[in-house]
């Protein structure tokens, strides 16, 4: 699984400057979760990417939901598509470099 190797291997991180902490992935397979967290609604096959960022003190923490990174995938995502390593890992760099302040889009 992709998404695996890139939470077991973060040295892509570093080249984009995101190497100074060891980062946090999960996954699961439960449709009702990802409706929960805004990928829904989930009646069909496909990939919920949702990641959690947290301001530098800690107090505010930010939620970026996504089911469709690229053009491809919105256009096949009924017919059981699979994202490229490189478009997760493009994603998550273009998030993980999105600042979060303080009292912005508290959960």
Same mark, same amino acid.
């Given at each position: 699984?992709?998404?695996?190797?890139?939470?077991?291997?973060?040295?892509?991180? @570093?080249?984009?400057? =995101?190497?100074? !902490?060891?980062?946090? =992935?999960?996954?699961? &397979?439960?449709? !009702?979760?990802?409706?929960?967290?805004?990928?829904?609604?989930? /009646?069909?096959? &496909?990939?919920?990417?949702?990641?959690?960022?947290?301001?530098?003190?800690? #107090?505010?923490?930010?939620?970026?939901?996504?089911? $469709?990174?690229? /053009?491809?995938?919105? @256009?096949?995502?009924?017919?059981? =598509? @699979?994202?490229?390593?490189?478009?997760?890992?493009?994603?998550?760099? $273009?998030?993980?470099?999105?600042? /979060? #302040?303080?009292? &912005?889009?508290?959960?």
């Amino acid at each position: 699984m992709t998404y695996q190797r890139l939470a077991a291997e973060q040295s892509w991180m @570093r080249t984009a400057g =995101f190497g100074n !902490k060891k980062w946090t =992935f999960a996954w699961s &397979h439960d449709k !009702k979760l990802a409706n929960l967290m805004g990928c829904g609604p989930a /009646v069909w096959d &496909h990939m919920c990417l949702i990641m959690w960022k947290t301001s530098p003190s800690g #107090k505010t923490t930010f939620q970026k939901p996504a089911t $469709r990174l690229t /053009v491809e995938a919105h @256009r096949k995502m009924h017919d059981g =598509f @699979r994202h490229k390593t490189d478009d997760i890992k493009a994603h998550l760099l $273009r998030i993980m470099d999105i600042p /979060v #302040k303080d009292g &912005h889009n508290e959960l």
